[in-house]
């Protein structure tokens, strides 16, 4: 990967909202591959002060976010890992002072319920992306990922490539918005919710078998959730697996279903999910969705980057 993709001279802070560092070693050689690519380090997470399956207490690990978005040579928060916590403080983040701060704010899996809360709350755009831990650490580091995310917040627009056969055409242009399933159901009917009107929707999940996936969709349908939503863009949704009572059924007829029953069309090949190779997508950015029968181009601006934070 050329070095050309690299940014010099921006402040990344690093907050674990979420999980700690399974590896401090792996951590180590991330910071340093974040230095190596010409990025200032603030590391805000102590693996001394990890709590339970937390990156610290609930209390530290607001700390840590609260500490990264008061920092004045900080241009990027991205979150150390997924796992599980940020259910456990959104009531206590002041979002306002999020969005206030400038700061471009990263993540995904159980970040989507940052991304989600911050854009209804304030109207701030952020981004589901690459965290530290897996994609900084990495022994061989995955260039689209890392292209896609410096790519992306260079702007001032960002384009993702999907490919995967049999997608309906279509033409349209709305707010992207969506993320990990199982975070975006848990949070439908919250306070935290975004509520978009004329929205394109990316999903993804990991370890969720496909009746799952459906029974997750359906909920944020009968809800009221995919009410008024252009189309729903399918990521990965891999580490399951199937059994003999399932009787044929699998992802595909799963798909066929949602294809049949969603008032909105449904496209696959999206390069997102707990993936390697992913793509960076603008939290709340406006999109332009081209597809046929091969593939789509996603095309999003309108969103904050290094040289305009303050979109």
């Known amino acids: 990967m050329s070095t050309s993709h690299f940014p010099k001279g921006v402040g990344i802070a690093i907050a674990a909202p979420g999980g700690y560092a399974l590896d401090d070693a792996l951590l180590a050689r991330g910071i340093e591959r974040l230095q190596q690519q010409g990025c200032i380090v603030h590391n805000y997470y102590d693996s001394a002060h990890k709590h339970l399956?937390?990156?610290?207490?609930?209390?530290?690990?607001?700390?840590q976010l609260n500490a990264a978005a008061a920092d004045p040579d900080v241009q990027v928060v991205v979150a150390l890992r997924g796992q599980y916590g940020l259910s456990r403080i959104l009531p206590h983040i002041d979002f306002r002072?999020?969005?206030?701060?400038?700061?471009?704010?990263?993540?995904?899996?159980?970040?989507?319920?940052?991304?989600?809360?911050?854009?209804?709350?304030?109207?701030?755009?952020?981004?589901?992306?690459?965290?530290?831990?897996?994609?900084f650490i990495r022994d061989e580091p995955v260039d689209y990922t890392l292209c896609?995310?410096?790519?992306?917040?260079?702007?001032?627009?960002?384009?993702?490539?999907?490919?995967?056969?049999?997608?309906?055409?279509?033409?349209?242009?709305?707010?992207?918005?969506?993320?990990?399933?199982?975070?975006?159901?848990?949070l439908a009917g919250t306070p935290y919710f975004p509520r978009i009107e004329g929205g394109i929707v990316f999903l993804e999940d990991i370890n969720e078998h496909p009746y799952r996936v459906e029974r997750m969709v359906l909920q944020l349908l009968y809800s009221g959730a995919l009410a008024g939503q252009r189309a729903l863009v399918l990521g990965d949704f891999s580490g399951y697996r199937l059994a003999p009572a399932d009787n044929g059924y699998d992802f595909d007829t799963m798909l066929a279903y949602l294809r049949e029953t969603l008032p909105l069309p449904v496209l696959t090949g999206l390069p997102f999910g707990h993936v390697r190779h992913r793509c960076t997508l603008p939290f709340g950015g406006r999109a332009h969705l081209v597809s046929d029968e091969s593939g789509f181009d996603l095309t999003v601006s309108d969103y904050p980057t290094l040289d305009h934070p303050g979109l």
């Open 97 to 135: 002072a999020m969005a206030d701060s400038g700061k471009l704010f990263v993540g995904y899996s159980d970040f989507t319920a940052f991304n989600c809360a911050l854009l209804q709350a304030t109207g701030r755009k952020s981004f589901a992306g690459p965290m530290v831990c897996d994609d």
């Open 148 to 186: 896609q995310f410096w790519d992306c917040l260079r702007g001032p627009t960002h384009r993702v490539r999907g490919e995967a056969c049999g997608n309906p055409r279509v033409d349209i242009e709305g707010t992207l918005w969506g993320g990990n399933l199982a975070m975006l159901t848990h």
């Open 53 to 63: 399956r937390f990156g610290g207490t609930d209390a530290g690990r607001l700390a």
